[in-house]
Each structure stands twice: as C-alpha cells, then as structure tokens.
C-alpha cells in the first residue's frame, strides 16, 4: 500500500516522541532512584550531584520536544501539545537555571519530566488512534 506524504510524516512522528519520553524517563529516574542508590552505594554520590549532568539531560529533551512542536503546530490537538511541552521545558530549565532555584531542582525537574512525557505520550495515543480508524 502506498503512504500519502500526510501518512509518512505521521509514520515518523511517533519516534519522535518515543526519544523524548525515553529522555523524561532517564530525567525521573535520574532524579528519583539516583539519590537513593547513592546512600546505598556513596560512589554513586558524585553522579547525583553533577551539575554537568543535569545540563546535559535538559539539553537532550529540546531537540526531540522541539522538532515535534513544529511538526504539530497547527494540527488538531497541536496548541494543546505545545503548550504542555513548552511548559515541560520551561520547568526542566527553571531548575538548571540558577543557584537561587537548588531548593526546588528536584520538584521543577521531576514536574518538567512529568510534563513533558505526559505531552509526548498523550500525542501517541492521540496518534495511534487517529492511525487505527
């Protein structure tokens, strides 16, 4: 069967959101199960500290969260799904941003992660049904 070029940029998108939801899984997981190996294992300390790592895990969710925005932006459900991803990426990058947000880095990430995979999950299921009929 033949994909119009509608089919073959739906086709793709849903990779797309697999990478990010994957990217705002390794975030939560970072955020929640890293602090407690760490007491566990105190070697692991250091990596539940980097502030490198934290950077690095933000930048990994724009690209992905990012591309999808614009492919979906003005399709039916696109203002719903921008503006949950929008505030997703908001909220990872208000806890990296500054000295003065450390106290609330994990609450700010883990809502960030939240966001953001719940914007990229709800589009899928949107997506596969939308596929199904």
């Known amino acids: 069967m033949v994909q119009t070029p509608e089919q073959n940029s739906q086709a793709a998108q ?8 994957g990217i705002a899984s390794l975030c939560l997981m970072h955020c929640l199960l890293l602090p407690s190996i760490a007491a566990a294992l105190p070697i692991f300390a250091t990596a539940a500290e980097a ?17 999808t925005i614009f492919k979906r932006w003005g399709k039916p459900g696109g203002a719903v799904f921008t503006a949950a991803s929008l505030v997703g990426l ?23 992660g939240v966001t953001l995979f719940l914007a990229h999950g709800a589009w899928w299921v949107l997506h596969r049904n939308r596929a199904a009929r």
């Open 51 to 67: 502030e490198w790592l934290h950077k690095l895990l933000v930048l990994a969710a724009f690209p992905p969260s990012l591309f």
């Open 90 to 112: 908001a909220l990872l990058t208000a806890a990296i941003s500054s000295e003065a947000m450390e106290a609330f880095e994990t609450p700010l990430t883990i809502a960030g």
């Open 14 to 21: 849903p990779g797309m959101d697999g990478a990010a939801m």
